[in-house]
């Protein structure tokens, strides 16, 4: 497959690390794997002791792992969203940075689920979600939901690929054979001529156009498990587009990281430029904005309407003694920070939008604690003579191994990804897409070698 002469030369600056595994990669493949050896083995324990290893009881049905079910597929939801928006609307400093949204949506996708098994418990009748739907249930909404948002994201990343496997096919690189004749196969016999570049173009249109609205459609289905309850801080019309904001807000964050973190491992920095930083920065300083809106509208309609039972959740989420403190650092770091950091231009930088982004994503894991945590803390009916345990949620160790184990599995599927396919995507990348005239003052800059 015939490529351009910049096309030739991002895929030369990069193959090396298609070839080369390299130490770091490894150590950290490994350092991975331990964390996900932990949380086996914490699997094990709950499987064979039963739900009372977690700090889950009656009460607090919900804790961390439908925590990080609600943020890891919220980032699939905004990975393909950016991903289709780029791609519909030919913004052109977007393409080296579409991968990684792509690549965002698969691996979130993947990894969140499983949270939502480890909080079910029984894997034994698991199939019965199959065989016994019940529409009625919100866990069939979810089967239903993701499995096909599922089947699209990989359909959605495999046509923005399908180029690409064609250039790694025709390419002389000191792989295996195994690896070789993958490429040969996943490239469908793509030769680049007029009938297939048009038959790609339509199809890679047609699913951004069903992604997009997928996404957000799924991501609303997900709000609504919450939304049509009638506890205290769920029952609400704005979660609809309160989570897709928040997926949103949190992927663009999480993007951001990435962006940064390749950039320094495989020194990127003639595609990932400062440019893509700021543009970046400038969506997040929005997106932060709307979700400061919603969330003020989600605390002062619950504190003025002064109904009991939202008040008692209130004063928990304000109360320093309860969440209060949690609920600062949710604010302030998730929202305040970040939209200060990208509007002062003497810390609207790479590194600073990388740091705030770090920290605004952790800050939006805890909202989403304490979105789930207090409300199930705030019985209905008094509870005398209860042990607090079973009132008061408190997550065990286990269930803090099985979420780094699940952290762990999202970066080595980033790691392995990386060593499969380049980061930034070969095929259609034109000159005014990075910053040539950097690299050609620098002709001795190479790739990282042992990266």
Not at 148 to 167: E, H, Q
């Amino acid at each position: 497959m015939e490529l351009n002469t910049y096309q030739q030369e991002a895929f030369n600056y990069q193959k090396s690390n298609i070839e080369k595994f390299g130490k770091k990669n490894l150590f950290w493949v490994i350092f991975f794997l331990l964390w996900i050896s932990v949380g086996g083995y914490s699997l094990y324990l709950q499987i064979s002791r039963g739900h009372g290893v977690t700090g889950m009881r009656d009460n607090v049905v919900w804790g961390l792992f439908i925590v990080n079910f609600i943020f890891f597929i919220g980032l699939s939801y905004a990975g393909a969203i950016i991903s289709g928006l780029l791609h519909l609307f030919k913004v052109s400093w977007g393409k080296p940075i579409v991968r990684l949204a792509q690549m965002m949506t698969i691996i979130s996708v993947v990894v969140g689920p499983v949270f939502i098994l480890l909080c079910v418990g029984r894997f034994d009748r698991l199939h019965h979600l199959f065989i016994y739907p019940r529409l009625q249930s919100p866990m069939t909404w979810d089967v239903l939901a993701i499995l096909t948002y599922f089947v699209g994201s990989v359909l959605f990343l495999y046509m923005a690929l399908v180029k690409d496997f064609a250039v790694y096919r025709d390419a002389n690189m000191n792989i295996p054979k195994w690896k070789q004749k993958l490429y040969k196969i996943l490239a469908l016999g793509y030769r680049g001529a007029a009938s297939q570049k048009r038959h790609l173009i339509i199809s890679q249109n047609l699913l951004a156009i069903i992604m997009v609205p997928l996404s957000i459609i799924v991501s609303s289905i997900l709000s609504w498990i919450f939304g049509m309850t009638l506890r205290p801080g769920w029952h609400s019309t704005i979660f609809g587009p309160y989570f897709v904001l928040g997926a949103l807000y949190s992927g663009c964050g999480v993007l951001i990281v990435a962006m940064w973190v390749y950039r320094k491992m495989y020194k990127l920095e003639n595609y990932f430029t400062d440019k893509h930083f700021v543009y970046l920065g400038y969506i997040m300083m929005v997106l932060a904005a709307g979700y400061g809106y919603f969330t003020f509208s989600e605390y002062f309609t619950n504190w003025f309407g002064s109904a009991k039972w939202d008040n008692e959740v209130i004063n928990k989420l304000f109360n320093p003694e309860a969440y209060g403190w949690w609920t600062l650092f949710a604010n302030v770091v998730g929202i305040f920070i970040p939209i200060l950091i990208v509007a002062l231009p003497m810390t609207r930088k790479p590194n600073w939008i990388a740091l705030v982004s770090f920290f605004m994503v952790i800050a939006l894991w805890v909202k989403r604690y304490l979105i789930i945590v207090p409300t199930l803390e705030t019985p209905a009916l008094p509870m005398q003579d209860t042990r607090m345990e079973y009132v008061k949620y408190s997550a065990t160790w286990p269930e803090w191994a099985l979420t780094f184990a699940g952290i762990a599995t999202f970066l080595l599927f980033f790691t392995l990804m990386s060593k499969f396919v380049t980061v930034v995507p070969v095929s259609g990348l034109e000159e005014s897409e990075f910053n040539h005239h950097h690299h050609s003052n620098n002709p001795a800059v190479e790739p990282a070698k042992n990266a």
